[in-house]
């Protein structure tokens, strides 16, 4: 009983900090209606068009802002009040939801349209992630930091499990576009919470005073700093090809396995059951260094095959539910170790960059993964998933080798983590 009380108060350790508690209960309404979104728009696109490179197309237009400006997104995330930027732009994003919603229930909707407001969502989450990123620490402090991310991946994929699924369910009921209409509403539960957090209790990093050359500064720390090169370098690969779900499972279901959009929806919730034991999994064992990321990386490419070569869709969704696991195992230690090895003053650039290594290649690898899967059938892309996980697991298992020390599992919070507040 008493191990068993222990455990839990490791793996929930984060929740202890009054503000979180808000800001995690804002979310999880709020990320509940981003992924009933996702689900409608890839659903919506391949209506329309019956075309993965069209679905790819717009997956690269909502994250092509996140390639070119993400990382002065981070830039302005070192400079100013991190709180009042993210209530600004969740607003922005629940206005971009509202307009998809009114125009697909109206029936006006065209695929032009959708790429328009995606471009749009994507400026905004250009500069929302970074500053969300590297607010975090600013809530929680460097002891519950690495649980915090943890708890955050648990959030988003309980979010994942249960969006697409009522996404699924109101696409095949009622249509598409109430799907974004309550997506928008869902919004204003973040943004309260933002808006009501307890100040005094904040620790906010000092803000980097505003000068010439700061995102290349930014890019020259990384790249001599290999510690955080290397993981971020992995991320690039698996963020450009493995993590194309948008558009490798939209067609994995419609024409692979031929299960419509209720079992489309159900794929989706099945990766999100299995980020959640992962991601509790994560924030209660609080592993980060370069050993786990490539172990992590190794098991993400194994369960990426066996998805690749189910059958029947019972067996899909079991390999997903293993995907679910290991992608978000990869995901939660790769940010922990750069939160934790990153200087303070850094911490916005450097958060900016692996938000560009994991959404900001969807330009690239969207198209690309579209393409493969027209040319050699709906299982390719998750094929090449597969592959490009175990090579970025072969990248830093070798990477140990020439890296002293950056495999160490550490449990503590680094010296560097020190805030002023």
């Known amino acids: 009983m008493a191990s068993a009380r222990q455990a839990r108060g490791l793996t929930f350790a984060a929740l202890s900090v009054p503000n979180y508690r808000r800001y995690y209960a804002g979310q999880a309404v709020s990320l509940t209606g981003t992924w009933m979104q996702m689900t409608a728009q890839a659903w919506l696109v391949l209506t329309l068009t019956h075309s993965g490179t069209a679905l790819g197309g717009i997956v690269a237009l909502q994250t092509l802002p996140v390639l070119l400006l993400a990382p002065y997104g981070g830039v302005i995330a070192d400079r100013v009040n991190k709180r009042r930027v993210m209530i600004a732009l969740q607003s922005a994003m629940g206005i971009q939801a509202l307009i998809l919603g009114v125009l697909t229930v109206a029936g006006a909707v065209r695929v032009w349209e959708i790429g328009v407001l995606a471009v749009v969502l994507g400026l905004n989450n250009a500069f929302e992630n970074p500053a969300r990123q590297s607010f975090m620490l600013e809530m929680v402090g460097p002891r519950h930091l690495r649980n915090a991310v943890g708890l955050n991946s648990v959030l988003v994929n309980v979010a994942r499990t249960i969006g697409p699924a009522v996404a699924g369910l109101l696409i095949a009921s009622v249509g598409v576009g109430e799907c974004f209409l309550i997506n928008a509403g869902s919004f204003a539960a973040v943004i309260a919470s933002l808006a009501?957090?307890?100040?005094?209790?904040?620790?906010?990093?000092?803000?980097?005073?505003?000068?010439?050359?700061?995102?290349?500064?930014?890019?020259?720390?990384?790249?001599?700093?290999?510690?955080?090169?290397?993981?971020?370098?992995?991320?690039?690969?698996?963020?450009?090809?493995?993590?194309?779900?948008?558009?490798?499972?939209?067609?994995?279901?419609?024409?692979?396995?031929?299960?419509?959009?209720?079992?489309?929806?159900?794929?989706?919730?099945?990766?999100?059951?299995?980020?959640?034991?992962?991601?509790?999994?994560?924030?209660?064992?609080?592993?980060?260094?370069?050993?786990?990321?490539?172990?992590?990386?190794?098991?993400?490419?194994?369960?990426?095959?066996?998805?690749?070569?189910?059958?029947?869709?019972?067996?899909?969704?079991?390999?997903?539910?293993?995907?679910?696991?290991?992608?978000?195992?990869?995901?939660?230690?790769?940010?922990?170790?750069?939160?934790?090895?990153?200087?303070?003053?850094?911490?916005g650039r450097v958060m900016a960059l692996w938000f560009v290594a994991f959404q900001g290649s969807t330009p690239i690898g969207g198209p690309i993964v579209g393409a493969i899967m027209e040319l050699l059938g709906p299982r390719a892309g998750l094929g090449l998933g597969a592959a490009t996980a175990f090579a970025a697991a072969a990248f830093g298992f070798a990477a140990l080798r020439r890296l002293p020390g950056a495999g160490a599992v550490r449990r503590r919070p680094t010296p560097e983590l020190t805030v002023s507040g």
């Open 196 to 347: 009501t957090l307890d100040r005094s209790a904040l620790r906010p990093t000092e803000p980097t005073p505003r000068a010439r050359g700061q995102l290349r500064e930014g890019l020259r720390y990384v790249r001599n700093t290999r510690e955080l090169a290397v993981p971020l370098l992995m991320m690039g690969a698996v963020g450009c090809l493995t993590y194309e779900f948008q558009v490798s499972l939209p067609v994995m279901a419609s024409q692979g396995l031929h299960a419509g959009a209720t079992g489309f929806g159900f794929m989706t919730a099945a990766m999100g059951v299995g980020a959640v034991v992962g991601g509790l999994l994560v924030a209660a064992l609080g592993k980060t260094g370069l050993r786990p990321l490539a172990l992590a990386a190794a098991a993400f490419g194994m369960a990426m095959g066996l998805a690749t070569l189910a059958p029947t869709l019972s067996l899909e969704l079991a390999a997903l539910g293993f995907a679910g696991a290991t992608s978000i195992a990869f995901m939660a230690t790769g940010n922990s170790t750069l939160q934790l090895t990153a200087a303070p003053a850094m911490r």
